[in-house]
């Protein structure tokens, strides 16, 4: 099986007519180990690949959320001329639940 990777606005890769021919539409793909299936979120980069199954789409993007908090008020910090290794000194990085132990 080919993987061929293609950004597109679309549903059909215009650009790519008389190049490919599609197979099927909807179905599940391995990509890199990872399975994709329709309607899960992809995200990728040159630095890597991450696939988060549809039905946990809101749950990674509160933990993200929560994250960036987190590194925002450490960096108003570090500008509020607090040290950086005082700033991260606690354990917010980790989360409440691991905040919390």
């Given at each position: 099986?080919?993987?061929?990777?293609?950004?597109?606005?679309?549903?059909?890769?215009?650009?790519?007519?008389?190049?490919?021919?599609?197979?099927?539409?909807?179905?599940?793909?391995?990509?890199?180990?990872?399975?994709?299936?329709?309607?899960?979120?992809?995200?990728?980069?040159?630095?890597?690949?991450?696939?988060?199954?549809?039905?946990?789409?809101?749950?990674?993007?509160?933990?993200?959320a929560g994250i960036v908090?987190?590194?925002?008020?450490?960096?108003?910090?570090v500008r509020a001329d607090?040290?950086?290794?005082?700033?991260?000194?606690?354990?917010?990085?980790?989360?409440?639940?691991?905040?919390?132990?």
């Amino acid at each position: 099986m080919t993987i061929v990777s293609t950004w597109l606005p679309g549903a059909i890769p215009a650009t790519a007519r008389g190049r490919l021919q599609q197979r099927s539409t909807g179905e599940p793909v391995e990509v890199a180990g990872l399975t994709v299936s329709q309607g899960d979120v992809v995200v990728a980069d040159e630095t890597g690949l991450a696939v988060v199954p549809r039905h946990r789409a809101e749950e990674v993007a509160d933990i993200a959320a929560g994250i960036v908090a987190r590194e925002r008020v450490i960096a108003d910090e570090v500008r509020a001329d607090v040290p950086l290794s005082q700033a991260m000194h606690d354990a917010r990085l980790a989360g409440e639940a691991e905040a919390a132990r």
